[in-house]
């Protein structure tokens, strides 16, 4: 660098870029150099002329463009054009982030278009592009290897050829990642050879093992094994068992019927292959057969083997003997086999799904024959591998250039893994600058040449993950444009002010202020001024100095005058629906409009919510008032009174007094038959000391709480216990207490549990005693029972007493039901109407209480002796008898006749089913009856104790039914106030009453409330017409029906042949009657 004249100068290996830097004072220029794989960019501007290349070799823009926003101007015919190097935050450019990465797999190797992809996919801007390593090699796109969107698409791929480890390469111009570590394998079976296999040649009763050779292949596969050709596989069983681990078929004990040949099948899961051997013909030698022997096992599980959790196992064990041995299987330690433990193939394996560590120890198979036995042990071994995952990753970091950087990551797994650091896909390369230490790097005075990808690999003998994050480091002049100076400040004189000067800057820029005066300036460049006056109004500017550039910004600084409160609210005393008004008065700079604020308790109150409270006042005050005071509105309010330049604000206490709270924890102590113990504290008195308690209880029976009896009488307000006395026994109560204070009655506590007081005897004796009544022979005693809450225990009930008046042995019974409320005592020998003292007392568990006053009951009446006389009926109508008699006299009962019982019944039926009709007179009219019907009746007499005998039943015939039908073809004419009514003549039919006459009904209806009705009769031999003179009230016109003597039949139906007015409506109706004058 000399005086007006400066360069910079980057120079990097092939494969990476070259950056020129070139300024004089006329003329600047900016020069991106790079190779085909990466991107080159021209920037050259002078005062007269501006200009902006972009050249591209493969890839789009450089790193650098988003990495040195500086901004260059030039002049152009007077006007200024400023070029900013960086691309807009609408769509933020970043390096590689994989969001798919390949994972072990394998794949089943076909021999007809065979693909294979291999998934991978990164984000980034600019779109990544990739490469793919196999085995650690990059791999070279040919006929057998594609790329597909970042996909490795692998064409007719082989299994020694292509199998291996791949990873893919994400990059763009920030950087490069690599992906995890991905195993490809490839499932395929090839054939057996076409070699003939050797015979076999064995005795009955020998073993005998043929052996599969599967041939070479990959991935899952199963054997089985054919019989002379048959399409079905060999079924396993306790003789024959097929190894899934060697495919070789063991036969314990060879038949005659084994004999023949044996083809070994293989088939890979994967692919779905099947092939088969060769045949292997099995003979039977006629030499010799085979002696008894014991067991040998053949088929063993390993001594030891490791299984991790969730695993599942399975041990295979096959012996050969003769007899055919037995498995069976155990654990050494003697604990049972695990319940979800599979056995197939006649015991010969054991699996154990889903592998815990409680599955772990020593397993045995024991082989067994009539020669002896054999076992296997072998040892499962639980092995907890912690697979790795991440506890701390890495997190992209944007950083000013000369910064220090420091990443950590930290990954949990067993073994305890160990880490490297990569850097753009390639090991980082140590500096004295640059520090590792296990999971943790760090980069001191950090410049653009660290900017790219990094990735932390976390490793072990079971794997490794990888954390990647981008480091951009950025170099920028300092930039006002998202952080300006606060462009004007309001504030009081005397207070206080701090002006903020945070340019964004790239390293970070040195602030100074510029106005004269004493400042201070903070470590951050904030500007902070102290006590302020009227002399430090007006502008203030801040200017950001670094090796990029400088840059400033200014701001104004106004000061006012403060805002006082004048009059502060007062703290006040107020009673329960007092009303007050708190006061707030301001003086205040007159530019400024102060804004008033109340808070009660800390919380704001909004006036339009609270029906209490109302703000009044002018511009400089603003008054609270709180109305109809209440217990909640006690406590602390807060006048809050705001300008654009400060707030301040004043308090005080509202006290309010009213009645007191609920006195709380109320406790029932000691209990008797009739009082109780009572214990409480005390509840808030609410500004008011409280005076006396009042103590209330409730039970069952009674209507709301009712206030008790207490010693002392009157329980003081300093005293938290008392006594409630009065109480009934065997009862359940609820008490409460209610505080009282100079301002009123407060609040109940929570109700004290149901208690019960004890069992007492008795004390009230029933009342309202008294009898009489019933039947002949019986005593009938009555009386008002004991209500439940004065019966003072259980088992209750009354003892009833009585003897006759004049003697003095009494009498007694126990009816133990606690209703009773009745007693009647029967004895033949009673005479009626015979004097009885009684008496009725109580009892229950404790004894027996009083008993009531004596009172004297007379014993029942006797019933009548003699029937009514001279009992005669007629008949009324079709359906109405009228019954008289002669009433009996007193000397025929010993007590009053109450009234008469009239038996009616048709001829034909019993007595026993005739209805009866009750009255008190000596006349009866009996309705509803049937015409032309032939009844007999009877009357008897009935006093309390019952009814006596029956008169001799006197006969007596209903008369025929009214005519049925309604006069018929009616026809009316209105003549001026007159109508005309003409009407044909009533048949009576065979078994009716003849018609006597015709009754027409008018009623007139002038409005809903009011209606006159008028009737008149016509006899039958009159002519069948009439005329009606309308009287002033009469508006509506009813017929009645033909009649016969005292009988109606029904309505006819209207016909009208006149005409009606606009103001009337005429109905009539008529009926025919017969016999006497209607009335």
Known sequence: STPGYCRLLFVSTPGYCSLLYMSTPGYSSLLYVSTPAYCCLLYVSTPRYCSSYNLSFGLSNSPWELLLPFRHSCQQQGKTKTVVLFHSERNPRHGPVFSQEPSDSIFPLRFEDNKVFINCKAKGNPVPYYKWKVDGREIDMDLNYNLVEGNLLINNPHATHHGGVYQCIATNTFGTIISREAKVQFAYLQNFSRKPRNTVSVREGQAVVLLCGPPPHNGEIKYSWVFNGRPSFLLQDNRRFVSQRTGNLYIAKVEASDVGNYTCVVRNMMTNATVYSSPTPVELRRDAVMAEYEPKIEVQFPESLHVTKGSSVKLECFALGNPVPAITWRRTDGNPLPGKMKINHSNGVLEIPYFRPEDAGAYECVAENSRGKNIAKGQLIFQNVEHLHWVQTLKDAHMAIEANLQWECRASGKPKPVYRWLKNGEPLVLEDRILLEGGRLAISRINLLDSGMYQCLAENEHGAIYASAELKVVASAPD???????????????????????????????????????????????????????????????????????????????????????????????????????????????????????????????????????????????????????????????????????????????????????????????????????????????????????????????????????????????MFHATVIDLNPWLDYEFRVVAINNVGVGEPSMQSKQIRTKAAVPEVAPGNVSGGGGSRGELVIQ???????????????????FRSLGTTMWKQTVLPSPDASRYTFRNDSIPPLCQFEVKVGVYNNEGEGPSSHVVVVYSAEEEPSIAPSRVMARTLSASEIEVYWEPIPQTASSGKIIGYEVLCWEEGVQESDAEMVKVTDTVALLSGLMGSTLYLISVRAQNSAGAGPSSPAVNVTTKKPPPSQPPGNIEWNLTNSKIFLKWEHVKAMGNESEVTGYKVSVVSEIAESLKTRKQMATPASAERHMGATSASAERHMGATPASTERHRGPPPPLSTTGGHTNTSHYNLQFMASSGKSLH
């Open 480 to 718: 006002f444009s998202k952080s300006l100076v606060k462009k004007s400040m309001l504030i009081q004189r005397g207070g206080e002010v701090i002006m903020e000067c945070r340019p964004h800057a790239s390293p970070r820029a040195s602030i100074s202020w510029r106005r004269g005066g004493e400042r201070t300036i903070m470590e951050d460049g904030t500007l902070r001024i102290t006590n302020i006056s009227k002399s430090d109004g007006g502008r203030y500017t801040c200017v950001a100095r670094n090796p990029f550039g400088t840059s400033s910004s200014t701001g104004t600084l106004v000061v006012k005058e403060p805002t006082k409160i004048t009059v502060p609210p007062l703290s006040v005393d107020a009673t329960v629906g007092q009303s007050i008004v708190l006061p707030c008065e301001v003086s205040r700079d007159s530019s400024l409009d102060p804004t008033f604020k109340w808070f009660f308790n800390g919380k704001l109150i909004d006036f339009n919510k609270q029906d209490h409270f109302e703000m009044i006042g002018g511009e400089s005050a603003g008054d609270l008032m709180v109305r109809n005071i209440q217990l909640k509105h006690s406590g602390k309010y807060v006048c809050m009174v705001h300008t654009v330049v400060d707030s301040v604000s004043a308090a005080a206490d509202l006290i309010v007094r009213g009645p007191p709270g609920a006195p709380e924890g109320l406790m029932v102590g000691e209990i008797t038959d009739s009082s109780a113990q009572l214990s409480w504290g005390p509840g808030p008195d609410n500004h008011s000391p409280v005076t006396t308690y009042s103590i209330q209880a409730r039970t069952p029976f009674s209507i709301g709480w009712q206030a008790v009896r207490t010693v002392p009488d009157s329980v003081p307000g300093q």
């Open 783 to 801: 009386w008002e029972p004991i209500p439940e809450e004065l019966q003072n225990g259980e088992e209750f009930g009354y003892i009833v007493a």
